[in-house]
């Protein structure tokens, strides 16, 4: 961690001490993940610094695009300011990036803020049986890569009024056929996904290529499996009287049947993806979130060269 700069929650939350975030107790739990934990304690600590991070980022980026656009004499371009969001699957990605998102667009509104995930790129499940990858869903393999470079490069360009990207339903556990998300030239556009930090292969473009701000959230291997078995539980009860969502047999059959398939689920597919791919692109975030218990962020780690 050489490269960073390490603060705990109250030096960070000291670096912007007179700005205060209204949010409410409701609009946290409209954001939440099932499963992750969040207050407004967090927000006054950890996402009051981070917020105005980012605008200063984006500010500095924007201003540099005019100055550029300027020198060559040509019209500028609004390229969007790109924050991806990657880190383990249970550890609260999507929570981060749902309020950052309502930040963003609450505190700043003079800016377009849209919000996406990686997931819409995974190929649909008929193309992973085909391919016997199904039992690697999630890992590097079982994403379209050139079609997600290709999406991303499209809108980083800022040319395009509307680049459209396939949508996944969690429910289905698939992609939804004929269903199809727009982003809209954005001023910022906050990607997460568990592969979004992926390291290249040779000669290889991915998506970290194309980001301003990266942000990496970090915790324990135990903790994060934790925190998998305790959504899976959640997730059993909620869907036992849908007939419609992926896990509806699973939730109707014996409870010790299905939290077995969920740890080995954890072991022989999350945890290897975690070790082989995730856990190694830490460190080419900009900014590493580390959390404990409860959900509790208790480290920043700012690069700073």
């Known amino acids: 961690m050489q490269n960073y700069t390490e603060f705990n929650r109250q030096e960070w939350a000291k670096l912007t001490p007179h700005v205060k975030l209204q949010v409410t107790d409701e609009e946290l739990a409209q954001v939440k993940s099932l499963g992750d934990e969040l207050d ?5 600590e950890i996402y009051e610094t981070l917020l105005n991070y980012i605008h200063l980022a984006y500010s500095f980026k924007k201003e540099a ?7 060559l004499h040509i019209d500028p371009i609004v390229h969007p300011y790109i924050i991806g969001i990657s880190g383990s699957v249970a550890v609260g990605k999507s929570t981060t990036a749902r309020l950052l998102q309502l930040l963003l667009t ?7 803020t849209q919000m996406m995930t990686t997931d819409g790129f995974i190929y649909p ?3 992973l049986e085909q391919r016997g990858l199904m039992p690697r869903k999630g890992f590097p393999e079982s994403y379209n890569m050139q079609m997600l470079s290709d999406f991303l490069r499209d809108v980083a360009s800022g040319k395009k009024a509307d680049v459209v990207y396939p949508l996944y339903s969690q429910e289905l556990s698939d992609i939804v056929p004929g269903k199809y998300g727009h982003i809209e030239q954005p001023d910022i556009l906050i990607i997460e996904g568990i592969n979004t930090l992926q390291l290249p292969e040779s000669g ?11 942000i990496y959230i970090d915790a324990d291997e135990d903790l994060i499996e934790e925190w998998y078995m305790q959504r899976f539980k959640k997730i059993m009860k909620l869907k036992k009287n ?4 992926f896990y509806y047999k699973l939730a109707n059959g014996p409870l010790d049947v299905a939290e077995r398939l969920a740890e080995e689920t ?10 082989q791919y995730i856990a190694p692109t830490k460190q080419r975030a900009n900014l590493i979130l580390h959390k404990v218990e409860g959900h509790l962020i ?3 780690y700012l690069r700073c060269y």
């Open 40 to 44: 407004v304690k967090d927000v006054d």
């Open 65 to 71: 695009s005019e100055k550029r656009a300027r020198f």
């Open 106 to 112: 609450r505190y700043f509104p003079d800016l377009q």
């Open 125 to 127: 499940n008929s193309i």
């Open 204 to 214: 290889q473009v991915v998506t970290s290529d194309f980001f301003d701000f990266s």
């Open 242 to 245: 849908d007939p419609n969502n």
């Open 266 to 275: 954890w072991q022989m597919v999350d945890l290897v993806n975690l070790r």
């Open 298 to 300: 208790d480290k920043i």
